[in-house]
């Protein structure tokens, strides 16, 4: 009995002396944490004045090499109208040209960084096939198969006197702003059908790391200005007419004028302002129906458009059925005719007349 309570006693002993090994143990990593945690508190305070208060930088953005640096879209900049127009443009251009693919792109961010719709993209305005693999899940594949995207990109537009502002590193870890440069630089060099807005300006934060402290700076970036990229803006006959001829623009709208009233005529319909009155896009619709001579369903539009978006879906619609009729699509954007641009709405109606003038 003794013997078997001193076995007890001493087991007990040993148990102690374990628990409070690992609860020394476990105070002692605590500590350790906090001092580390206080330790980077303080790294933080010390930094925390050379970064912009308003530009919020996650910690995958600060993880940087010494004299390294990473340039991102500053906050603000997002919610700017004309960048955000610019980046909708680009999106529906995309998703045009990819049609065929069965690719939808929503997000340039979350959709463009792998290089899939970046090499589809590029394979079809080029014409030329890469040597890629055609899905990649891994980080590394991601990088090798942009890699091999980006050198056929920049060896396509380097020669044109292009400033290659991207790079492998910057596209895949979602930079907006790389990622747009690159899709502008695309679009204008292939001559895109498409009109870009001009002079669409954001501010980026630059971050760089010297001597193990990071310091940003807040430049001015400029995404579709003409004049970085030596490569004029596309130029038609209207932007000519209205730069120096403005005299001869009321004899051509006055022979559009006469065009759509002699159609619109039929339903006991008048235009006497180009700009205003197909705004909305009802004339625009009602005037394909008579063109095409078909009835265009009430249910497929707003009759009596109120809101901004309400006029924009009519004139985008009146587009498909331009497209359907075999015209090609226009150039001017349905944001563009709903607010009242005149050289975008000539555009189309010329199309119109050019391709129906003949018609009764």
């Given at each position: 009995?003794?013997?078997?309570?001193?076995?007890?006693k001493?087991k007990?002993?040993?148990d102690?002396s374990?628990?409070g090994?690992?609860?020394?143990?476990?105070?002692?990593?605590?500590?350790a944490?906090?001092?580390?945690d206080l330790?980077?508190?303080?790294k933080?305070?010390?930094?925390?004045?050379?970064l912009?208060?308003?530009?919020?930088?996650?910690?995958e953005?600060t993880?940087?090499?010494?004299?390294?640096?990473r340039?991102m879209?500053?906050?603000t900049?997002?919610?700017?109208?004309?960048?955000?127009?610019?980046?909708?443009?680009l999106?529906?251009?995309i998703n045009?040209?990819l049609?065929?693919?069965?690719?939808?792109?929503?997000d340039?961010?979350?959709?463009?960084?792998?290089?899939?719709?970046?090499q589809k993209?590029?394979?079809?305005?080029?014409?030329?096939?890469?040597?890629?693999?055609?899905?990649?899940?891994?980080?590394i594949g991601?990088?090798?198969?942009?890699?091999?995207?980006l050198?056929?990109?920049?060896?396509?537009?380097?020669?044109?006197?292009?400033t290659?502002?991207?790079?492998?590193?910057?596209?895949?870890?979602?930079n907006?702003v790389?990622?747009?440069?690159?899709?502008?630089a695309?679009?204008?060099?292939?001559?895109?059908?498409?009109?870009l807005p001009?002079?669409?300006?954001?501010?980026?934060v630059?971050?760089?790391k010297r001597e193990?402290i990071l310091?940003?700076?807040?430049?001015?970036?400029?995404c579709?200005?003409?004049?970085?990229?030596?490569?004029p803006?596309?130029?038609?006959?209207?932007?000519t007419?209205?730069d120096?001829?403005?005299?001869?623009?009321?004899v051509?709208?006055?022979?559009?004028?006469t065009?759509?009233n002699?159609?619109?005529?039929k339903?006991?319909?008048?235009?006497?302002?180009l700009?205003?009155?197909?705004?909305?896009?009802?004339?625009?619709?009602?005037?394909?129906?008579?063109?095409e001579?078909y009835?265009?369903?009430?249910?497929n539009?707003?009759?009596?458009?109120e809101?901004?978006?309400?006029?924009?879906h009519?004139?985008?619609?009146?587009f498909?059925l331009m497209?359907?009729?075999g015209?090609k699509?226009p150039k001017?954007?349905?944001?563009d005719?709903?607010n009242?641009?005149?050289?975008?709405?000539l555009r189309?109606?010329?199309n119109?007349f050019?391709?129906?003038k003949?018609?009764?």
């Amino acid at each position: 009995r003794t013997s078997s309570g001193q076995k007890m006693k001493s087991k007990m002993k040993k148990d102690e002396s374990f628990l409070g090994k690992l609860g020394g143990t476990l105070v002692r990593k605590k500590r350790a944490k906090e001092v580390s945690d206080l330790h980077e508190e303080g790294k933080n305070a010390i930094n925390a004045p050379l970064l912009p208060s308003a530009t919020e930088i996650h910690p995958e953005d600060t993880l940087l090499e010494e004299n390294a640096e990473r340039i991102m879209l500053d906050p603000t900049s997002r919610e700017n109208p004309k960048f955000k127009d610019l980046v909708k443009v680009l999106i529906d251009w995309i998703n045009s040209e990819l049609e065929e693919e069965r690719i939808i792109v929503k997000d340039l961010e979350e959709d463009c960084y792998d290089g899939q719709v970046l090499q589809k993209l590029f394979e079809k305005l080029s014409g030329r096939k890469l040597n890629v693999a055609e899905v990649t899940q891994s980080e590394i594949g991601q990088k090798q198969k942009l890699q091999t995207v980006l050198e056929a990109v920049n060896n396509t537009l380097r020669p044109h006197g292009w400033t290659l502002e991207w790079s492998v590193d910057s596209i895949h870890s979602k930079n907006l702003v790389a990622i747009v440069y690159l899709l502008v630089a695309l679009a204008m060099h292939f001559q895109a059908p498409i009109r870009l807005p001009e002079h669409v300006t954001v501010q980026v934060v630059v971050v760089k790391k010297r001597e193990g402290i990071l310091q940003t700076s807040s430049p001015v970036g400029v995404c579709t200005s003409f004049k970085l990229f030596s490569f004029p803006a596309e130029r038609d006959a209207f932007d000519t007419l209205l730069d120096h001829a403005p005299d001869k623009l009321n004899v051509v709208k006055t022979s559009l004028i006469t065009f759509v009233n002699k159609h619109l005529n039929k339903l006991n319909l008048e235009v006497t302002e180009l700009e205003s009155q197909f705004a909305d896009g009802v004339y625009l619709i009602l005037l394909m129906g008579l063109l095409e001579d078909y009835f265009v369903p009430l249910y497929n539009f707003f009759l009596t458009p109120e809101s901004f978006e309400q006029k924009v879906h009519n004139v985008s619609f009146a587009f498909e059925l331009m497209q359907d009729g075999g015209l090609k699509k226009p150039k001017a954007r349905p944001e563009d005719v709903v607010n009242l641009n005149l050289k975008s709405t000539l555009r189309v109606l010329y199309n119109l007349f050019t391709n129906y003038k003949n018609s009764d």
